[in-house]
């Protein structure tokens, strides 16, 4: 079932643990996770190897995004003030309905019904394409891997790769039945089949006037916004349109524009393996008779200033989105994104989706991780993803009462407040040898995935009274 829960799109039911279980027995999806991630952590860790001041580079980017979360009112104003100055408008939405609101009255204004996208995290969170839809604009995502998510009425499983759970033959499959397009010999190559996606989105790029973005950095010293991306598909659509609307989360801010030196060097290493972005598109208000004339910043809230909130919590906020913590994930790898339900997959999603809605709306994504802290070994801003984890946890069994663990804790805690009693529960758990593998319930969903040690056959104190 999905529902919307606060203004972050999610699905509660089925919950991670039963869609976790789904995805580990599906052979292909799993196949396709280990390849792809590989690959992805493979090219990573060779460019972080060869970049001998990496730590240092970590380290200024989470002091960074440290300094605007500590001063985040006063940087955004200074955004808005320079973007303005510039020519841009800027709006702001305290959530997702009023984000898509806000963008749909300025498309409406424009009199346009088609749209062109750029891939944005922020749009994929408050839903705007279905928001449009229901308004009758069409948004065509432009980024190769979301084209193939969009015509396949799929659901992105990472961050920075969308498709990632598909492979080649899959995507030629949809492209032939979706892409009307499409050249009917079209074989699985991948250069056939960018190609493919290359003439089919060119004729938009050349007929659509409005294109909507999101931004990996907002410069609150210039008001200027910096997309990174690998396609070219940004560059078209944030330099061809006539009206450009680029929906902006409020913890994208940096300061200066010098800071970007540290992250364009942390941002394409982590994210694609590679030295630098591609294309790294830079645009500051309205340039006279150069790309868009009619620019328009929304930014947005949606539960970010929660976050903010909570003192453990609130490094979640520098995240840039680069995924390094999904490639490195033991459970990421098994389950993919969509277990997760919600649109920020793998570690940083079950930290960030808790946060943002409530720990009461996602209570078991704080469990979906092993705690193993892969996630914070590689984290290009440092986010201590694991004691966020171990926090969210307390915080999820504080706001859902467990009647029946709280009993068996108070139960082991009576039991060892005196030698007698202790001795008492022993010889009594060694009885009760037989519940090892299958206990009755309510114990039994603790030992459906795990198994009790066994009780030794004799115990401690009987061997040292012997001796
Ligand atoms: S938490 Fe760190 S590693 Fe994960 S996506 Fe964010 S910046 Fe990247």
């Keep these: 079932m999905n529902r919307s829960s606060g203004d972050l799109i999610w699905t509660e039911d089925p919950p991670f643990a039963e869609n976790a279980r789904t995805a ?17 952590r493979q090219r990573r860790a060779g460019l972080v190897a060869e970049t001998p001041d990496w730590q240092e580079l970590r380290h200024a980017g989470a002091a960074i995004k440290d300094e605007v979360l ?11 003030r320079n973007a303005i100055d510039r020519g841009a ?5 305290t959530d997702a309905h009023e984000a898509n609101q806000i963008v749909t009255n300025l498309i409406q204004e424009t009199g346009q019904e088609e749209v062109i996208k750029v891939k944005s995290m922020a749009t994929q969170e408050i839903g705007l394409v279905d928001a449009l839809a229901q308004q009758g604009i069409s948004a065509h995502e432009t980024d190769l891997a979301e084209l193939i998510i969009q015509l396949s009425s799929d659901k992105p499983s990472h961050i920075v790769v969308p498709a990632l759970h598909r492979n080649r033959a899959e995507i030629r499959r949809i492209f032939l039945d979706h ?3 499409a050249p009917g010999g079209l074989t699985d190559d991948p250069n056939a089949l960018a190609e493919a996606a ?7 790029f050349l007929k659509t006037k409005v294109a909507i973005s999101g931004a990996n950095f907002a410069i609150a010293e210039t008001g200027g ?3 990174a991306e690998s396609e070219g598909n940004g560059r078209m659509c944030l330099t061809l349109p006539e009206t450009l609307i680029s929906v902006v989360g409020i913890e994208k801010l940096i300061p200066t ?29 309205v340039t006279p008779d150069d790309g868009p004339q009619d620019v328009h910043i929304v930014l947005l809230d949606n539960g970010r200033t929660n976050a903010l909130k909570d003192a453990t919590g609130r490094q979640a906020l520098r995240c840039i989105r680069c995924a390094a913590c999904l490639n490195v994930c033991p459970v990421y790898e098994r389950t993919g994104g969509h277990a997760y339900g919600a649109t920020y997959p793998g570690p940083i999603g079950a930290i960030l989706t808790p946060l943002m809605v409530g720990v009461q709306h996602a209570p078991q994504l704080p469990f979906a991780s092993s705690l193993c802290g892969a996630c914070y070994e590689v984290c290009p801003v440092k986010i201590d ?6 926090k969210l946890r307390r915080d999820a069994v504080k706001a859902k009462p467990h009647r029946a663990e709280d009993a068996t804790f108070q139960a082991a805690a009576n039991a060892m407040s005196g030698r007698r009693r202790w001795t008492a529960a022993l010889n009594a758990a060694r009885l009760m040898r037989f519940i090892r593998h299958g206990a009755p319930p309510p114990l039994s969903r603790w030992t459906r995935t795990r198994d009790l040690p066994d009780p030794p056959a004799e115990p401690f104190r009987d061997w040292w009274r012997k001796r």
Aim: hydrophobic residues 45%.
């Design 225 to 227: 916004l910096l997309v």
């Design 179 to 181: 892409m009307p397009d």
């Design 257 to 285: 524009f010098r800071d970007l030196e540290v992250f364009l060097q942390l941002l394409p290493r982590s994210s694609t393996g590679e030295r630098m972005n591609p294309y790294n598109s830079i645009w500051t208000g």
């Design 70 to 80: 500590h001063h985040l009112d006063a940087y955004l104003q200074q955004f808005e």
């Design 89 to 93: 408008h800027v709006h702001w939405a």
């Design 24 to 40: 580990v027995n599906d052979a292909q999806l799993r196949r396709n996770l280990r390849n792809a991630t590989a690959t992805i």
């Design 198 to 204: 290359r003439l089919h989105l060119r004729r938009l």
């Design 385 to 390: 993803i694991p004691s966020v984890l171990v």
